[in-house]
């Protein structure tokens, strides 16, 4: 039978490995969308395909850590932060599985459109800032997740507005002349989109680290 402090020991080595996961599917996440954002303004290819090997290797992590906290959760009956932890990372992981689906729609818009850019030369330095912005948010949630800061989780939504200017400014590019057709203004403002709601979905990792820390909500 096994000893009440050694099964302690065991549990507390088992949310650490949880806490590591999460982070490291955070930091894959952040490296899908700069692949895809590579893909997206260079042309590349192999970055949409590491993009895509990406989204996988995040789903495959998303359903490994699901099964392991589902576990944890049945056989210790975890109580307050612990089960804090444990309820987040459910929410986390599947956040980071939508942040890896949508850097692969952006890697697929890119591989669709090949060897023609997907977007307009003019709009290059705005993706590109949006790739930044995001892959920034993402970088700082893992550390957040790691860290257990809190206020450093708060502050992320200094980028996430950052973000949103971005998103405001494509847009009044896609109304003040816009010479390159409907189709094109479409695919534009879908991939818009999908950089706002990757970074969505970062700070929404780093509410849940508040959440885990303190137990109060902000969403």
């Not at 955070?26 to 895809?36: G, L």
């Not at 695919?187 to 979905?201: C, I, T």
């Amino acid at each position: 039978m096994t000893q009440p402090g050694m099964a302690r020991l065991e549990f507390a080595s088992d949310l650490r490995t949880v806490r590591a996961s999460l982070v490291s599917m955070t930091r894959t996440a952040s490296q899908a969308i700069r692949a895809a954002t590579t893909a997206l303004l260079d042309q590349d290819l192999e970055a949409a395909h590491l993009t895509a090997s990406l989204e996988q290797e995040l789903e495959d992590d998303r359903l490994a850590l699901e099964r392991r906290t589902f576990d944890l959760l049945a056989r210790q009956q975890p109580v307050a932060g612990d089960l804090r932890l444990l309820v987040s990372a459910i929410k986390i992981s599947a956040g980071c599985g939508r942040m890896g689906a949508l850097a692969q729609h952006i890697g697929t818009a890119a591989s669709r459109s090949y060897p023609v850019p997907a977007v307009p030369d003019e709009l290059s330095r705005i993706f590109r800032r949006m790739g930044d912005v995001a892959s920034r948010i993402a970088d700082g949630a893992a550390v957040t997740l790691k860290t257990s800061d809190a206020e450093d989780a708060a502050r992320l939504e200094v980028d996430d507005d950052a973000m949103d200017g971005l998103r405001r400014a494509l847009f009044r590019a896609l109304v003040d002349d816009w010479p390159h057709g409907v189709e094109t203004a479409v695919n534009v403002a879908l991939l818009g989109r999908y950089y706002e709601r990757f970074a969505d979905h970062a700070v929404a990792i780093a509410q849940s680290v508040i959440f885990i820390v303190n137990g109060r909500s902000i969403a």
